[in-house]
């Protein structure tokens, strides 16, 4: 027995057809979708959004201004009044870790985008051309790569001077040889693939094969490595601001609060509970981010 079509039923079957049509199965929204699945990987994107709400409105959320000092309040213990407490100078430590949520994720931002133009790039061209382009940019990383990350970055600091450019600069040029490395990677695991041999077989440009053939299938890993060393740079930031290499005071850099506040780490170590909580916090919501998109763009998950 045939099935009755009616004209409600033929315009649902259109719809859907047409919606069908609309959804394209793509790279990207299949990675989305086993993101998604990743509770842990939510956990980490939600924690970030979360910081990057707190740094965009931290006027708004800190109840005093960052280096607004009250001695009439120095030292004083978590309260109503000072919820982190107050430091040596009477600043509220509520406030200025909600501020150097704004300092610290923006100065990691620019940090990891400076280092991904240049040793990014690099790492793009010397995993293209391969041969004695490859040799030389690689062995030049290889140098940079002998001097530990921190030593490196002290080192242009202390060249450069102290401030956000300098900070940025030093950060860029230490994760610069690892940054390389990592795009290099991603680039020759695509480089033998078939289509970029067929591309290259119908005359495709050079320029034209690495910026429409092998970044757009090789940007998973790479927004992977970019993530990672968010946190990266984070760390790099802080561990400088805490020896004294960093910025100055009065920036409300996480690092820098934890400088201030270690000689009273026996008195009142609220000083340093509150932002090494949120570094450990924000790092740990990179790491968990990173580790879902690594899931996300494995294609062996598919």
């Not at 030593?151 to 040029?173: D, E, K, R, Y």
């Not at 201030?260 to 000083?271: L, R, V």
């Not at 509970?273 to 690594?294: E, S």
Request: charged share 15%.
């Amino acid at each position: 027995m045939s099935k009755i079509q009616t004209p409600a039923m033929e315009r649902i079957q259109k719809k859907n057809a047409r919606r069908k049509k609309e959804y394209k199965s793509t790279p990207g929204r299949e990675s989305w979708k086993r993101f998604k699945r990743n509770p842990t990987a939510i956990v980490g994107l939600v924690i970030v959004f979360i910081l990057i709400l707190i740094a965009i409105f931290a006027p708004l959320i800190a109840p005093y201004h960052y280096a607004e000092q009250n001695y009439s309040a120095m030292n004083k213990a978590p309260s109503a009044a000072h919820l982190f407490g107050t430091d040596q100078y009477g600043r509220d430590i509520f406030s200025r870790v909600v501020y150097g949520t704004r300092y610290s994720l923006g100065i990691a931002l620019l940090c990891t985008i400076a280092a991904l133009l240049t040793g990014g790039v690099l790492g793009i061209i010397a995993g293209y051309f391969g041969g004695k382009v490859d040799t030389v940019i690689m062995r030049i990383m290889d140098v940079f790569q002998s001097i530990p990350m921190i030593m490196m970055a002290m080192c242009i600091v202390a060249v450069l001077g102290n401030g956000i450019p300098q900070l940025v600069a030093s950060i860029m040029f230490a994760s610069m040889p690892t940054m390389a490395r990592n795009n290099r990677a991603a680039i020759l695991r695509v480089r033998g693939s078939d289509y970029i041999e067929s591309s290259e077989a119908i005359g495709v440009g050079q320029i034209r094969m690495i910026v429409k053939h092998m970044i757009p299938n090789a940007v998973g890993v790479m927004v992977i490595y970019f993530v990672g060393f968010l946190a990266v740079s984070i760390m790099l930031m802080t561990s400088m601001s805490y020896i004294g290499v960093g910025l100055t005071s009065p920036t409300p850099e996480w690092g820098l609060i934890l400088n201030e506040g270690k000689i009273y780490m026996t008195s009142a170590p609220y000083m340093m509970i509150f932002p090494a909580l949120m570094i450990m916090v924000t790092c740990f919501a990179f790491n968990l981010m990173g580790d879902g998109l690594r899931d996300a763009f494995d294609p062996r998950l598919k």
